[in-house]
């Protein structure tokens, strides 16, 4: 659905799922995105809700992959997650990106979320968007900050203080 330059973007397949598992898996991702390795059962889980997103909103996570080698680099799109973080947060679309390990420091992150906003933009035109994003994550910051995205508070999540963000 979405080609940037290195990367294609699609929507989320069962298929997916064994690489999907094992990035969740990954305690080095979980980490960067103040969570613990996903069982096999919440990798399913999780799966299952990204595929759902399209299919009740019309857009979703995009399962993302390099064009030249066909490997996985991670999920980014938008979603509602319905956190309870009340009425500034919840309504909006929320961005989100989590990339395997072996895709780190290589700039997917902002081509492949640069990409989904783009495509946010043209086939829904949201007027905010949101996401959440540890205050230790600065590699996640700076991608947020590269888009648009400015914080407006900390929040109370899971256990953590993440920031929250918003783009107009």
């Known amino acids: 659905m979405i080609d940037t330059d290195r990367l294609s973007l699609t929507k989320p397949t069962l298929a997916d799922f064994d690489d999907a598992y094992a990035m969740s898996s990954d305690a080095e991702v979980a980490e960067s995105i103040g969570g613990k390795p996903a069982s096999r059962e919440d990798a399913w889980t999780k799966l299952l809700r990204n595929i759902g997103h399209w299919a009740s909103y019309g857009y979703g996570i995009f399962t993302v992959r390099e064009k030249a080698s066909g490997a996985f680099v991670g999920e980014v799109g938008f979603a509602h997650f319905s956190?309870?973080?009340?009425?500034?947060?919840?309504?909006?679309?929320?961005?989100?990106?989590?990339?395997?390990?072996?895709?780190h420091g290589k700039g997917y992150a902002t081509e492949a979320v640069a990409g989904t906003h783009t495509w946010m933009d043209r086939h829904q035109n949201p007027q905010r968007t949101v996401c959440i994003i540890h205050p230790d994550n600065r590699a996640s910051i700076r991608v947020a900050e590269k888009l648009g995205y400015v914080g407006f508070g900390e929040t109370e999540y899971r256990g953590a203080r993440p920031t929250m963000f918003e783009r107009r």
């Not at 956190?83 to 895709?103: I, K, Q």
């Open 83 to 103: 956190r309870g973080l009340g009425e500034t947060f919840d309504p909006f679309p929320e961005a989100a990106w989590v990339l395997a390990t072996s895709a």
